[in-house]
C-alpha cells in the first residue's frame, strides 16, 4: 500500500432552527473535535491523515454521528494540494503556521 499523507476536510452546513437542531450541531461539532479535526473556517473542518485506509476510517467514525438534517461533505486533498490553497481574504490561522506541511504534530 502507498502512504500519501492528506488532508481530510468535512465542510457543513446544519439548521438552528430549533432547540434539537442547535443541540445535533452542538454534538456534531464536538465530535470533529474529538476525531481530531481542527475549524479552518466556520463550517470547515480539517485534520491529517496518513492515507486513503485512515480517511476511511474517519469517515465511518463521521456517520456515527451525523445530524438528521442539513448537509455535511467530506473529501480529502494532498497535502500538496492543501498547501497550494490560495487565501484571497484573510490569513492563516496561528494552527495551520504551526503545523504548515508537518504529517504529524503531538503537542
Known amino acids: 500500500m502507498k502512504y500519501q499523507n492528506m488532508r481530510m476536510l468535512c465542510m457543513f452546513d446544519l439548521p438552528?432552527?430549533?432547540?434539537?437542531?442547535?443541540r445535533q450541531y452542538r454534538?456534531?461539532?464536538k465530535e470533529l473535535l474529538r476525531n481530531g479535526f481542527t475549524m479552518l473556517q466556520y463550517s470547515v473542518y480539517y485534520r491529517a491523515v496518513?492515507?486513503?485506509a485512515a480517511g476511511k476510517r474517519y469517515e465511518?467514525?463521521?456517520k456515527r454521528f451525523l445530524p438528521?438534517?442539513?448537509?455535511v461533505r467530506l473529501f480529502s486533498v494532498s497535502e500538496k494540494q492543501f498547501n497550494d490553497?490560495?487565501?484571497l481574504v484573510g490569513s492563516r490561522s496561528n494552527q495551520e503556521?504551526?503545523?504548515g506541511s508537518?504529517?504529524?504534530v503531538i503537542i
Open 16 to 22: 438552528v432552527d430549533t432547540p434539537q437542531e442547535r
Open 27 to 29: 454534538i456534531f461539532r
Open 50 to 52: 496518513q492515507n486513503r
Open 60 to 62: 465511518t467514525a463521521i
Open 68 to 71: 438528521v438534517h442539513g448537509e
Open 85 to 87: 490553497m490560495q487565501i
Open 97 to 99: 503556521t504551526i503545523v
Open 102 to 104: 508537518k504529517e504529524l
